[in-house]
């Protein structure tokens, strides 16, 4: 039914929309290799999250320069530029900072050699290897498209330029900061995302959830150590952590309606230090994936219940169980997409937009939703057409998202980009009437 609605949609933006959407075209020819140099600046000097200073100061010194009223130090590194151009709907761009603790293999000329203690104590590589460093190269060039091109728009353009998405609290941070408060809390939010498997060229969209809960659960399972010769005496807590392994795994699929997606995944097990050691605790790792906050919530007593039930059946103490690091789904607003994806088709053409799946990955662009506020990610394609054709000529599966050798074909990439970007923009703030 929505895509029905989005078609006919559709239809009225073609017949509105022309001369915007060359303007959009033209321009985008001609910008793509003045955005190069930052983008290949922004890849070889990436910073982890929390500790975005030279990105952030980067980002604000070309939002400045575009001509934006500029707010730095928002909720950590965070930077706002602010365009205004008369009356009319306050619309957010987003894009986000952070690079991850991996050591690039692209074999790029212009590839990350930067390294930084990571979260865990030890020293990494470091890589833009979800595609921020493109998210944020397209988001200044959608702030000089707008700078530009003040007689295509009324209202004002949010840029927001986020800290920390990859630890899944910067947008939370930049909310308890005074985002909506301190700055104007917008009437829509729009963000894109880079996709590893999608062809250049294209964007991905869909209404309602794109993005899961994420969550992530530490088990400190307990016994009584001694030696590994008399294990009478002893509580195994390895053999604890092996039987509930087994039960949390029929959480999934026996507590929940298989209508509700939903993983749970024991990502790292530790227990003991030699062989005929019985250990007095293991450790264990979880990653928690679902869509309905009632499913998220269900999953979490579960988790607990089977813990304490696997202790007590052993007769050891009980464990500890604590969950961290989560984020909510991200949930499309219906009648957000429907508005803006006819934009996409009018510039695009209707083929080179695509209807995708949900995924299980985590985003903290859901805060923003959570604040009130209606959101709509998108997704780019960033893989050259003839790559996907060659990997599955070949059966071999393409670099994914967080991967070491991800490199995203950043020329049409970021044309699609500004194109899908800018139009959305425009599809939400009324052209200026002389």
Known sequence: MLRCLVAVTACVILAASGARAADVHAWADAEVERLIPLYEHLHQNPELS??????????????????????????????????????????????????????EETGLPFASTKTAVAAGGAESGLMHACGHDLHMTNFIGV??????????????AMLVAQPAEERGNGAQRMIEDGLFTRLPKP???????????????????????????????????????????RPEGCIDPIVQAAQLVLDLQTIVSREISPFEPAVITVGSIHGGSKHNIISDEC???????????????????????????????????????????????????????????PS??????EENVLPVEPVMGGEDFSFYSLAGV??????????????????????????????????????????????????????????RVE
């Open 374 to 431: 209606p959101v709509f990610m998108f997704r780019l394609g960033t893989v050259n057409p003839d790559e996907i054709e060659a990997a599955r000529r070949e059966g071999r599966p393409l670099p994914t998202l967080h991967s070491a050798k991800y490199a995203p074909d950043v020329r049409p990439a970021l044309r699609t980009g500004l194109v899908a970007s800018t139009q959305a923009l425009l599809s939400l703030m009324p052209p």
């Open 187 to 229: 009437q829509f939010a729009l963000a894109l995302h880079c996709d590893s498997s999608m062809a250049t060229g294209r964007v991905g969209w869909r209404a309602g959830y794109v993005c899961a809960n994420t969550d992530s659960c530490d088990i400190v399972v307990r016994g009584r150590g001694g030696h590994g010769s």
């Open 50 to 103: 929390f500790e975005e200073r030279e990105t952030a100061r980067r980002i604000a010194d070309e939002l400045q320069a575009a001509g934006c009223e500029v707010t730095t130090g928002v909720g950590g590194h965070g930077v706002v530029g602010l365009l205004k151009n008369g009356n009319g709907p306050t619309v957010m761009f987003r894009c986000d900072l952070d690079a991850l603790p991996v050591a």
């Open 143 to 156: 702030a000089r498209f707008l700078a530009a091109h003040r007689h295509d728009w009324t209202g004002t």
């Open 344 to 349: 996409f088709e009018a510039v695009l053409g």
């Open 283 to 341: 450790r264990l790792q979880l990653t928690i994936r679902s869509y309905d906050p009632a499913v998220r919530d269900r999953l979490h007593e579960s988790i607990r219940r089977k813990a304490f039930a696997v202790a007590e059946s052993f007769g050891a103490p009980e464990p500890t169980v604590t969950f961290d690091e989560g984020t909510p789904a991200v949930f499309n607003d219906e009648g957000l997409v429907m508005r803006v994806v």
